[in-house]
């Protein structure tokens, strides 16, 4: 795998992990959306309820980033070997 097609994949797992993080830091801080006034439901809340309720999203996709990862490793070297 050359480096970049290694970098883009390192860029996306590092972002589907911090989707999943800010989705799990919504539900400690913030409402859920069904409960928020229809007065505070401006552009900006929703732009942020939408962003934080990706997690689910980027747990499908980083798991198959790293199925990916660990095939293609698997058939360059013979061995997983991450560390």
């Known amino acids: 795998?050359?480096?970049?097609?290694s970098n883009f994949i390192d860029a996306s797992r590092w972002i589907a992990a911090?989707?999943?993080l800010i989705g799990h830091i919504r539900h400690l801080i913030l409402a859920d959306y069904k409960d928020v006034t229809i007065a505070n439901k401006n552009?900006?809340?929703k732009g942020i309820y939408f962003v934080t309720g990706l997690g689910h999203e980027a747990v499908v996709i980083f798991l198959l980033?790293?199925?990916?990862?660990?095939?293609?490793l698997l058939t360059i070297n013979g061995k997983i070997d991450l560390f």
């Open 65 to 72: 980033l790293m199925g990916f990862l660990l095939a293609v």
């Open 43 to 45: 552009i900006i809340a």
């Open 1 to 5: 795998m050359n480096e970049r097609t």
């Open 18 to 20: 911090f989707l999943v």
